[in-house]
């Protein structure tokens, strides 16, 4: 069965960290395109961070300096490493691995940032 699991969602601080994980079974993610997005109370979905099969990463203007993302192939995930978040970081943050014309999502890991 194709699935793709997010975790490491959770309750911080703001100014705190935390690290989400995408994890997929059924196809191996360090073939994937993964991307990284987050949908806020009322917003819509937008793009946080990519991570290519070969390596390179691109970050949107929002989290550059605060944010990485990165692949353990050897656990074959992505993760996105998250810094100094803010309140306005509050949003599900979903997975998406991507190959030719195959899509997947997850279903989403909830992070909320309140003091």
């Known amino acids: 069965q194709v699935q793709l699991v997010e975790s490491g969602g959770g309750l911080v601080q703001p100014g705190g960290s935390l690290r989400l994980s995408c994890a997929a079974s059924?196809?191996?993610?360090?073939?994937?395109?993964v991307s990284w997005y987050r949908q806020g109370p009322g917003k819509e979905r937008e793009l946080v961070a990519s991570?290519?099969?070969?390596?390179?990463?691109n970050y949107s203007e929002f989290v550059k300096g605060r944010v990485t993302i990165s692949r353990d192939n050897a656990k074959d995930t992505v993760d996105l490493q998250m810094n100094s978040l803010k309140p306005e970081d509050t949003a599900v943050y979903y997975c998406?691995?991507?190959?030719?014309?195959?899509?997947?999502w997850g279903q989403g890991t909830q992070v909320i940032v309140s003091a």
């Open positions: 998406k691995a991507s190959f030719l014309w195959r899509h997947y």
């Open positions: 059924g196809f191996a993610l360090s073939r994937y395109f």
């Open positions: 991570a290519d099969s070969d390596g390179s990463t």
